[in-house]
């Protein structure tokens, strides 16, 4: 989506520039798909990930296309790509990089040089993570958080954007190190892969036992990605949405009093702050690929399965009773309820009851007022004429554009609510 819009132009409504992330998100799908064969979720959550300038950790079984997806990703947003095969006699240089004595052929002088490792790139693709000691998976923390690594009291920035996707498979356990939770909770979101339906696995063996190879043609490039991710931070949330992920959050936490009976039952340990900033985060950069201007309700519970699923930690009840954290997070949706503000105004008027004089022995029952008797008709009269003196016509209403028909071709969609107030510039090229 190359252009060739001068540094200098005018900063784009924001109409225009979610319009531009919702396309970019379409033009994307259909590049990653020329190779990968349905896992709309998985594409969906990793677009979230990177968009929202966070990192994701996928779990699924061997052959669902993890690695894949993520090399063709980052030839379709044009992105430096490297691959991390985890062992366990992998060491934290081999990583980060070290420093190594380079002689100057001409003057016969020694002098330290740093070779940066696999980690100086903008993907970095972290296969079979928990396959190595925690000294080696911890190598990526500095990376994740602060986005620049310390070698020999030297510290060395990351180019932007840098996304970091670990994989881990579910079924062999032996011999693998469980990532711990300060290590899990760096990563914003976790993503689960299951089986391919019948006709997508059909058409996997199809297409991957023949000749053919698709090219992947670049859609964004790094500048993009850094703009559409200062874009995502200025998507509005209000404090109806804030609080509504707030309290899902502090709805997981066991030990406080207000946590609801099954979590204190099934839950050893719940989510941290950490688990809010990120749902909030998700909500904007799903709200802005699906083209809308704020958050919704929906984008607060569609992105709180992956974001809390690595955060919430069940105990032995939970695995005696066969409860899993998706089961949890299913509950938490159902009782939390979505905050409301202000009392509801009622369409019928409220009857208002008073004691009967009849019933003034009996303290405490009310009965409905008597109705008033009939004015008598000179009363009327003279009723009537004041208040024809008094009538002023109001202003009439603006009278409602009636909905145009859909097969006119004209019909335009309510606008969203407000969008940023005003998006940043738009990088030098990209995003048409």
């Given at each position: 989506m190359s252009t060739h819009q001068s540094a200098g132009s005018s900063q784009m409504t924001p109409e225009e520039a979610v319009r531009?992330?919702?396309?970019?998100?379409?033009?994307?799908?259909?590049?990653?798909?020329?190779?990968?064969?349905?896992?709309?979720?998985?594409?969906?959550?990793?677009?979230?990930?990177?968009f929202a300038r966070g990192h994701c950790l996928t779990i699924g079984v061997p052959g669902l296309a993890k690695t894949l997806t993520v090399s063709t990703l980052a030839k379709a947003l044009a992105m430096q790509f490297s691959r991390i095969q985890f062992t366990p006699d992998l060491m934290p240089s081999d990583i980060t990089g070290t420093e190594i004595i380079d002689q100057d052929q001409a003057t016969g002088q020694r002098q330290f040089r740093f070779v940066k490792g696999p980690i100086f790139s903008n993907v970095v693709l972290a296969d079979e993570i928990n396959r190595t000691p925690p000294k080696t998976q911890a190598a990526l923390l500095q990376a994740m958080q602060e986005y620049e690594v310390t070698c020999a009291g030297k510290t060395y920035a990351l180019d932007p954007p840098f996304f970091v996707m670990a994989t881990q498979n579910p079924i062999e356990q032996e011999g693998t190190y469980p990532l711990p939770e300060a290590q899990l909770d760096r990563f914003m979101l976790s993503?689960?892969?299951?089986?391919?339906?019948?006709?997508?696995?059909?058409?996997?063996?199809?297409?991957?036992?023949?000749?053919?190879?698709?090219?992947?043609?670049?859609?964004l490039h790094g500048r993009d990605i850094i703009w559409i991710q200062q874009l995502v931070r200025q998507v509005p949330a209000s404090q109806h949405m804030l609080d509504y992920a707030v309290d899902l959050v502090r709805a997981t936490r066991p030990r406080e009093d207000y946590s609801p009976d099954f979590v204190k039952n099934w839950l050893a340990w719940g989510a941290g702050p950490r688990a809010a900033q990120n749902i909030i985060l998700g909500a904007k950069a799903r709200a802005?690929?699906?083209?809308?201007?704020?958050?919704?309700?929906?984008?607060?519970?569609?992105?709180?399965?992956?974001?809390?699923?690595?955060?919430?930690?069940?105990?032995?009840?939970a695995d005696a009773e066969g409860v899993d954290v998706n089961q949890i997070i299913d509950k938490i949706l159902a009782t939390v309820p979505e905050p409301s503000y202000g009392d509801a105004v009622s369409a019928q008027p409220k009857t208002i009851k008073v004691p009967h004089p009849a019933a003034a022995s009996r303290p405490g029952e009310m009965v409905s007022p008597s109705p008033a008797p009939p004015p008598s008709p000179a009363a009327a009269v003279a009723a009537a004429a004041e208040a024809a003196e008094s009538f002023k016509p109001a202003t009439p209403?603006?009278?409602?554009?009636?909905?145009?028909?859909?097969?006119s071709g004209s019909h335009k969609s309510p606008p969203g609510p407000a969008g940023p107030p005003s998006g940043p510039t738009p990088p030098p090229g990209g995003l048409r």
């Amino acid at each position: 989506m190359s252009t060739h819009q001068s540094a200098g132009s005018s900063q784009m409504t924001p109409e225009e520039a979610v319009r531009r992330v919702a396309q970019a998100r379409e033009l994307l799908s259909q590049e990653v798909h020329k190779v990968i064969i349905g896992q709309d979720e998985m594409l969906e959550e990793m677009l979230i990930c990177i968009f929202a300038r966070g990192h994701c950790l996928t779990i699924g079984v061997p052959g669902l296309a993890k690695t894949l997806t993520v090399s063709t990703l980052a030839k379709a947003l044009a992105m430096q790509f490297s691959r991390i095969q985890f062992t366990p006699d992998l060491m934290p240089s081999d990583i980060t990089g070290t420093e190594i004595i380079d002689q100057d052929q001409a003057t016969g002088q020694r002098q330290f040089r740093f070779v940066k490792g696999p980690i100086f790139s903008n993907v970095v693709l972290a296969d079979e993570i928990n396959r190595t000691p925690p000294k080696t998976q911890a190598a990526l923390l500095q990376a994740m958080q602060e986005y620049e690594v310390t070698c020999a009291g030297k510290t060395y920035a990351l180019d932007p954007p840098f996304f970091v996707m670990a994989t881990q498979n579910p079924i062999e356990q032996e011999g693998t190190y469980p990532l711990p939770e300060a290590q899990l909770d760096r990563f914003m979101l976790s993503i689960n892969i299951g089986y391919p339906t019948r006709e997508e696995e059909r058409e996997i063996v199809l297409a991957t036992t023949q000749t053919v190879k698709k090219e992947i043609n670049p859609v964004l490039h790094g500048r993009d990605i850094i703009w559409i991710q200062q874009l995502v931070r200025q998507v509005p949330a209000s404090q109806h949405m804030l609080d509504y992920a707030v309290d899902l959050v502090r709805a997981t936490r066991p030990r406080e009093d207000y946590s609801p009976d099954f979590v204190k039952n099934w839950l050893a340990w719940g989510a941290g702050p950490r688990a809010a900033q990120n749902i909030i985060l998700g909500a904007k950069a799903r709200a802005i690929l699906h083209g809308r201007f704020a958050v919704t309700a929906e984008d607060i519970r569609t992105i709180a399965y992956p974001v809390l699923r690595h955060r919430i930690f069940t105990n032995f009840n939970a695995d005696a009773e066969g409860v899993d954290v998706n089961q949890i997070i299913d509950k938490i949706l159902a009782t939390v309820p979505e905050p409301s503000y202000g009392d509801a105004v009622s369409a019928q008027p409220k009857t208002i009851k008073v004691p009967h004089p009849a019933a003034a022995s009996r303290p405490g029952e009310m009965v409905s007022p008597s109705p008033a008797p009939p004015p008598s008709p000179a009363a009327a009269v003279a009723a009537a004429a004041e208040a024809a003196e008094s009538f002023k016509p109001a202003t009439p209403p603006t009278p409602a554009v009636p909905p145009t028909s859909r097969r006119s071709g004209s019909h335009k969609s309510p606008p969203g609510p407000a969008g940023p107030p005003s998006g940043p510039t738009p990088p030098p090229g990209g995003l048409r």
